[in-house]
């Protein structure tokens, strides 16, 4: 048994089942943005591993349970820089969310006690599946993901355009698996799995240096952006939104006009200009029949530069196109709404609650945001732009769905001032990174508040700003039609996962049942005469 004798010595298996949630969080967490210790998750779970091996099912369920509660409540505590009573939701997140590791973890620490090859890929298996799991439905939120954790290892980061984010996340946790066994003396028996591992982690550390090496010649001529930053706080947004206060309201219409034309008056001479979500209610743009209205189209006609920017759109939150010479170029409106935040889960039945019914009406916008329907493009004569909206770009079928449907660039449009000087900007960013390599497209994000940034296809940030500084984000993003074999397949990666998964705990079953019953009978029945 090796190392496993010394560690399990009866002070550390009663201090392990407690220590090793909170490490194994805290360690996951040390890779995310903004501490961007990349190497530290590569080893974070053994500790979980070596606490879930060898404990009753209960016992299982309430580690990985507390794991959960460590990791989202460590990672997501920005939750409750948001809208008051954020810390309501936050308590909430943590004691429900976290739930979805208990399976996992029974899966994880069940294999871990077999001595079959294919249980070594249990736990990386299950954990794809998880992410896979949360990435879909009106709840998705695969934030978590440890692919994000690898924001800053652009290497690994390149397997993304064959197996979206999962497979990178899958050879995290396989690390961690190998960890595990080779500490707990039983390298010897997994010398097949590891050399399998081995060789498909070699394979994907040469496909992204040459990724990363390889020069891209641009298929078309740029588009210059010039990305506004008003650095508005939010809650001066909302006190100016909510309020209808007309004298805020003007003064951030002017601001962003003002940086507009300051932005297109420099010699950089941008093609499209782009303002970050929601700006403004859309008649502050927009006529009825949803024709610029004149004093738009002017002010556009002076800047000789196209404006794509987020509105509000009767209840929908929307990105519209408005070209140099007045013509209205389409609008998207977000399909991916944020459960409490656009949405009230089971609204109706919540507002009947006595407790619940004041903050209601006085804490929660009184409807929901309607939810939009079709992958709409902004096209504009510079290329096909595929925009999304503040955390869709945390969903990867979004992007996918985009480029699938002939976006040559994808745009992320947000207001990240809900979460002030957290981490929670960065991380959005970095998903974004991971957006761009899945679909080899240019990606530009464009923040009210920061980080506003431009994404080349292999995650490379090219400019960028800071966070809460009133400023113009310049650079340019070059239109692409190649297809990558995540955006022609999707989540085939994932789904397989899923499907090994589920096979590899069946076909381990059987095969102790076989060997239990061979054990029992070795000899097998006798024959009578």
């Not at 429900?96 to 994880?108: E, R």
């Not at 002076?302 to 009767?314: D, Y």
Request: net charge neutral; hydrophobic share 50%; charged share 15%.
């Amino acid at each position: 048994m090796g190392y496993l004798r010394g560690l399990k010595s009866r002070v550390f298996a009663r201090i392990l089942p407690f220590a090793a949630p909170l490490i194994g969080g805290a360690l996951l967490v040390s890779g995310f943005p903004n501490f961007n210790i990349y190497l530290l998750p590569w080893v974070a779970l053994a500790p979980l591993f070596f606490a879930l091996s060898g404990r009753r099912p209960f016992a299982r369920a309430l580690i990985s349970y507390l794991f959960g509660v460590c990791f989202f409540g460590i990672l997501f505590y920005w939750f409750c820089h948001a809208r008051s009573p954020a810390w309501v939701g936050y308590l909430g997140f943590l004691v429900v969310i976290p739930v979805i590791f208990i399976p996992w973890g029974l899966a994880a620490g069940w294999a871990l006690d077999r001595r079959s090859p294919l249980a070594l890929f249990i736990p990386a298996l299950g954990w794809v599946a998880l992410e896979l799991m949360m990435s879909y439905g009106a709840f998705a939120f695969p934030w978590w993901s440890l692919a994000v954790s690898q924001a800053e290892n652009l290497v690994i980061l390149q397997l993304a355009s064959f197996t979206g984010m999962y497979g990178i996340s899958f050879f995290v946790v396989m690390c961690n698996a190998i960890l595990y066994q080779t500490l707990a003396g039983r390298a010897a028996h997994y010398r097949i799995p590891f050399a399998i591992t081995g060789i498909l982690f070699l394979i994907s550390l040469l496909y992204g240096a040459s990724s990363l090496l390889r020069k891209n010649t641009p298929q078309r001529e740029p588009m210059k952006l010039a990305m506004v930053q008003p650095g508005f706080g939010q809650e001066q947004k909302l006190d100016a939104i909510e309020g209808e206060i007309v004298s805020s309201l003007d003064h951030m219409y002017d601001v962003f006009w003002s940086m507009t034309m300051t932005a297109a008056s420099g010699a950089y001479d941008p093609d499209v200009i782009v303002w970050p979500e929601s700006v403004l209610p859309d008649q502050w743009l927009l006529e009825d029949d949803m024709a610029p209205r004149p004093e738009t189209a002017m002010r556009l006609r002076l800047a000789g530069a196209t404006l794509i920017t987020g509105v509000f759109i009767e209840n929908y939150n929307s990105v519209i196109g408005i070209s140099e010479d007045g013509r209205y170029l389409g609008r998207y409106d977000k399909m991916q709404l944020v459960p409490g935040g656009e949405f009230i889960p089971w609204r109706k039945e919540l507002s009947q609650v006595p407790a619940l019914k004041k903050w209601f009406d006085n804490a929660v916008y009184q409807d929901d945001t309607a939810r939009g329907r079709n992958y709409q493009l902004i096209k504009t004569q510079y290329g096909r732009v595929g925009p999304l909206i503040c955390f869709e770009s945390m969903v990867p079928h979004i992007a996918r769905s985009m480029t699938r449907n002939g976006a040559e660039m994808l745009l992320v449009v947000t207001n990240d001032a809900w979460f002030k000087f957290s981490p929670a900007a960065a991380q959005h960013v970095a998903l974004a990174r991971l957006r761009a390599i899945e679909n080899r497209r240019w990606l530009a994000q464009s923040s009210n508040s920061g980080l506003t940034v431009i994404i080349d296809p292999n995650g490379r940030v090219t400019a960028a700003s800071k966070l809460f500084e009133r400023q113009n984000i310049h650079g340019a993003m070059y239109p692409r039609t190649d297809t990558t074999f995540y955006t022609k397949y999707g989540d085939v990666f994932g789904i397989v996962c899923v499907i090994l998964f589920l096979a590899g705990i069946l076909m381990i079953s059987i095969q102790e049942k076989m060997d239990l019953g061979i054990r029992g009978n070795p000899c097998g029945d006798a024959e009578s005469d």
